[in-house]
């Protein structure tokens, strides 16, 4: 298994322009989520999945989007790039566990996308 | 609005020392709580995983425990070597399917 899987590894993007940070799975992982990565601020989650087809918000979602199509892929969309989002994105997967069963299951990570916006 | 402290946020120890680290969180309603290990410029790398049942977890020199009532789990590394050095981050999942992360504890480890 190749796990969890980021492309690219760093990007260089100019204020207002788009791109999309990819992230796939080969776990067959129902949960999957963005996080982004800033210095003294720890990982703070942006948008989250756990389906296809369902999406939610996270602690900073302005300025992303995502769509979950299928299980393997969550990308995650930057559409008019600004400074502010200049951070190190990291994208994870794991099983789902109902609410209700009081469990839970390891989060895996990906290498990470460094991307700064000029 | 569930919150993750980890202190110190830096810590030096020397070769060969047992070392506890800390994580404190303000809502006890956790699922789980999971401790991770971060080398500089890479990924996350999943250490343990400890259920809201769970008192403790252990893999090889590494024990995590969870306190839910005080609102604290412990990381603790036996006999530390400099391999060990790194960030080591702790999450809670509180149910809602919105892991929070401490800020880190970066460690090194000194031959």
């Known amino acids: 298994n190749a796990g969890v899987t980021q492309t690219p590894k760093f990007q260089v993007l100019k204020t207002g322009q788009s791109m999309t940070l990819q992230c796939a799975q080969d776990m067959n992982h129902e949960y999957m989520s963005w996080y982004r990565q800033d210095p003294g601020m720890g990982l703070r989650l942006i948008h989250y999945?756990?389906?296809?087809?369902?999406?939610d918000q996270g602690e900073v979602p302005n300025g992303y989007n995502v769509s979950r199509s299928t299980t393997e892929d969550f990308p995650l969309r930057l559409l008019s790039a600004a400074p502010s989002q200049t951070s190190v994105y990291f994208c994870a997967s794991s099983y789902l566990t109902p609410p209700g069963q009081r469990a839970g299951n390891e989060q895996f990570f990906g290498p990470g996308t460094r991307l700064t916006v000029l | 609005k569930q919150e993750v402290t980890q202190i110190p946020a830096a810590l030096s120890v020397p070769e060969g020392e047992n070392l506890v680290l800390n994580c404190s969180f303000t809502d006890s309603a956790i699922y789980n709580l999971q401790w991770f290990r971060q080398d500089p410029g890479k990924g996350l790398t999943s250490l343990l995983l400890i259920q809201s049942s769970q008192r403790e977890q252990t893999s090889g020199r590494l024990n995590a425990s969870l306190d839910k009532s005080s609102g604290r789990s412990t990381l603790y590394i036996a006999a530390s070597q400099p391999g060990d050095s790194a960030t080591y981050l702790c999450a809670v999942d509180s149910g809602t399917y919105k892991y929070i992360f401490g800020t880190g504890t970066r460690l090194k480890v000194l031959a």
């Open positions: 999945s756990v389906g296809a087809g369902i999406t």
